[in-house]
């Protein structure tokens, strides 16, 4: 009998999915929903395209034709707004009800907003859809000055966004340093300086009380909680995402932050997987639940998630993420979970050189490379191994080591 696979979601997540499942079962009935307007796209490339470095061609990976040619039914514009596991059905917003023998629920986040004052005036923009860089690009060419709130991954794109348009602006960080929970001042500093060459000036111990507004709605203002104003006709907020989990609240889904699944992306229900954004999974490398968003890490989950919706248990996901940073002379590259562990070594080689690794139970769970990348394959093979070398950071420390150089009691 053939199989109905719904996915929710068409972000690398849902379409590599979708992709495997058409690999691994040529007759089966494939949907696809997705609440935008246009097909998979590149979430890595559309900063490129806000700072006027791309057009729009090389950021859509997919057209409407690539899921036709795989007998893929694509349904853009649709929002799912109810879930029936026990039924096996889905509801759209326009009332038409899908059944399904397996779900994937792959729809990711919404960025969280600000609770402030005017935090939704004119000129206030999230970053996550393809749709919003077009609006900030159009906006932050006729701007003048700008203010970005976010002192995360996301909220360095905003500010080189400003840079790379020539717009001076004030990156504003509640603590003392960009990423301080993966970074040291150390090496934030590095980062800190590479956006004052560029006319983005840091400010920590920052915030935003409220946004000012002129007659006609437009922000021209931000007042952090200090009583300080720094002028802005363009802010950039990046605080963090909300996890798209309300719709499983009435269902037997369990969830926390997100969707909990297995290291299979299998949920509590036999039925129904998640993948992505989305996803709190059993990291075998990490060995406790964890979410990830790294663009390679969902588009590996999809695909994972597929396999075991035909074949429960043939493949687990155990996955190494990277996120690298083009916005600078310097490389920047995080891997793994750079923010957990419960033991760290630092080291800086030079003004735009530093390294950090986090441990774990005396193995790499993660860490930051700036300046030079050429360690990552050493460090991410022994976190794949597993292998305990917290008690040798001298050498992993050294500005070049080879593997042979550690001890061969450490591993185990």
Not at 203 to 226: I, K, L, R, W, Y
């Amino acid at each position: 009998m053939t199989q109905s696979y719904v996915i929710i979601g068409d972000g690398v997540a849902g379409s590599s999915a979708a992709e495997t499942l058409r690999e691994e079962e040529s007759d089966a009935d494939i949907t696809v929903l997705t609440d935008e307007g246009e097909a998979l796209y590149n979430r890595i490339l559309i900063k490129e395209f806000a700072k006027g470095k791309l057009p729009e061609a090389p950021i859509s990976i997919h057209d409407e034709s690539w899921y036709d040619d795989r007998d893929i039914d694509l349904r853009l514009n649709t929002l799912v707004v109810d879930i029936d596991v026990e039924g096996h059905t889905i509801e759209t917003h326009e009332g038409e009800v899908l059944s399904w023998d397996k779900l994937l629920v792959a729809m990711g986040g919404t960025p969280t907003q600000l609770p402030v004052e005017n935090s939704d005036a004119e000129g206030v923009h999230h970053f996550w859809t393809f749709q919003d860089a077009r609006a900030i690009k159009s906006h932050i060419e006729q701007a003048d000055n700008s203010v970005v709130v976010g002192a995360g991954l996301l909220g360095i794109d905003l500010a080189a966004i400003t840079a790379a348009q020539d717009v001076d602006g004030k990156y504003l960080m509640r603590g003392d340093c960009w990423w301080r929970y993966a970074l040291s001042e150390d090496g934030a500093e590095i980062i800190h300086e590479a956006l004052r060459e560029r006319g983005v000036d840091p400010v920590f111990q920052s915030g935003v009380d409220h946004f000012e507004v002129d007659d006609d709605g437009h922000v021209t203002t931000a007042v952090d909680p200090n009583g300080d104003e720094y002028d802005a006709d363009f802010v950039g907020i990046a605080i963090g995402l909300n996890f798209n989990t309300e719709i499983m609240q009435d269902t037997p889904i369990e969830c926390d932050d997100g969707i909990i699944v297995d290291e299979y992306m299998q949920t509590n229900h036999d039925d129904v997987f998640a993948a992505g954004d989305i996803t709190e999974f059993n990291d075998l490398l990490l060995g406790e639940r964890a979410q990830n968003g790294a663009w390679g890490s969902a588009k590996e989950q999809g695909s994972i998630a597929a396999q075991n919706m035909v074949d429960y248990g043939s493949e687990p996901f155990e996955w190494v993420s990277s996120y690298s940073i083009t916005h600078f002379d310097f490389p920047f590259l995080s891997f793994g979970h750079p923010t957990l562990g419960d033991d760290e070594a630092e080291a800086k080689y030079s003004d735009t050189e530093w390294r950090r690794l986090a441990f774990k139970d005396g193995r790499i769970v993660g860490g930051v490379l700036i300046g030079d990348l050429s360690p990552q394959s050493k460090y991410k093979k022994l976190m794949r191994e597993g292998r305990v070398v917290a008690d040798q950071k001298d050498v992993l420390m050294q500005e070049t080591f080879e593997l042979d150089e550690l001890s061969l009691e450490a591993a185990e």
